[in-house]
């Protein structure tokens, strides 16, 4: 089943992998699926390629465990329709 994901990153970042899918003929949506199959997969049996701009989309940041995401995003939202 497939679900619908927001999500918010550098509109460089963003632009750049457009480009990419579209050089590749595929969606963005199923790169970043891939992808994050990669992660959370030991033995990734797909024959799916991350290039090397993927990969070097991730960060490794950790988040702290108490973030309260809804409060930093309404803070953000405030902010930028204030």
Known sequence: MDT????KLNQ???EKAKEYAS???MSLS???EA???SLTTENDTSGFEI???IKSIATGTELPADLDYKKEYSD???KKYK
């Open 12 to 14: 460089r970042i963003i």
């Open 23 to 25: 050089n590749k003929k």
């Open 35 to 37: 992808y994050l199959q």
């Open 76 to 78: 953000y939202l405030m």
């Open 51 to 53: 290039s090397p701009f």
């Open 4 to 7: 619908k994901l927001t999500l």
């Open 30 to 32: 199923r790169i970043v």
